[in-house]
């Protein structure tokens, strides 16, 4: 699996800001096939940084009725990786590659 199809995009929020200062975790949104040991090499290859722990969670699908319940509404489910770096001295810059 090519590695840009692994992990789609990072999942950037007020909770997920904090445990980036705090425990140095981040979050991204990856493809619904990709196991923890794809994420950890794809971020290995990408970023340069050493990985600690990969943890995984789907979240279900999500329906929202309209007025009168006529019209309904769909949330995909998506897959989330949680991301722990070796070194708290480790950033992941989104805006570079490397």
């Known amino acids: 699996m090519r ?4 992990l789609k995009k990072p999942i950037i929020t007020e909770k997920t800001s904090q445990n980036e200062v705090n425990s140095n975790t981040y979050v991204f949104e ?5 196991t923890k040991i794809d994420v950890k090499k794809a971020i290995v290859e990408l970023y340069g940084v050493e990985v600690q722990s990969v943890n995984m969670v789907n979240t279900r699908e999500k ?3 309209g007025k009168n319940r006529t ?10 990786a949680y991301i722990t770096l070796k070194n708290e001295k ?3 810059d989104f ?3 490397k």
Do not use: E, G, P
């Not at 990856?30 to 990709?34: L, P």
């Not at 509404?73 to 989330?80: G, H, Q, V």
């Open 90 to 92: 480790d950033k992941i």
């Open 71 to 80: 019209m309904q509404l769909r949330k995909r489910s998506s897959k989330k």
């Open 63 to 65: 329906f929202k009725y």
């Open 95 to 97: 805006t570079l590659i």
């Open 3 to 6: 590695l840009y199809k692994i």
């Open 30 to 34: 990856v493809s619904d096939d990709a």
